[in-house]
């Protein structure tokens, strides 16, 4: 996953919040009791955000910034860490408190 480690789990499965991992993402923020963010619209990435969005998830995001969303169909992507919660346990990333 490139630079950006992975968000730490707690003994119970749970993942650690408030860990800031370089100066451009903060995978899990930094307020006490924010929970990370693991959907992004094609409209919100950049090719900067390789290591958070992964490869091509970055790029198609890249793409919509360029080319513009009347070009690129609408859609979203989701993080790595959501994947690699997903291919780990099986299940959903925890979903955060409201939603």
């Not at 860990?19 to 963010?37: F, R």
């Not at 091509?56 to 793409?63: R, S």
């Amino acid at each position: 996953m490139g630079n950006l480690p992975m968000a730490s789990r707690q003994r119970d499965g749970t993942l650690e919040r408030g860990e800031q991992h370089d100066d451009k993402h903060q995978i899990c923020p930094s307020q006490p009791g924010a929970w990370p963010k693991y959907v992004y619209d094609f409209a919100e990435g950049s090719r900067e955000m390789r290591d958070l969005l992964g490869g091509k998830g970055a790029n198609i995001c890249e793409m919509t910034r360029l080319l513009g969303a009347d070009v690129v169909p609408g859609g979203f992507v989701i993080t790595s860490e959501a994947c690699v919660i997903h291919m780990s346990t099986r299940e959903e990333p925890p979903a955060s408190p409201g939603s």
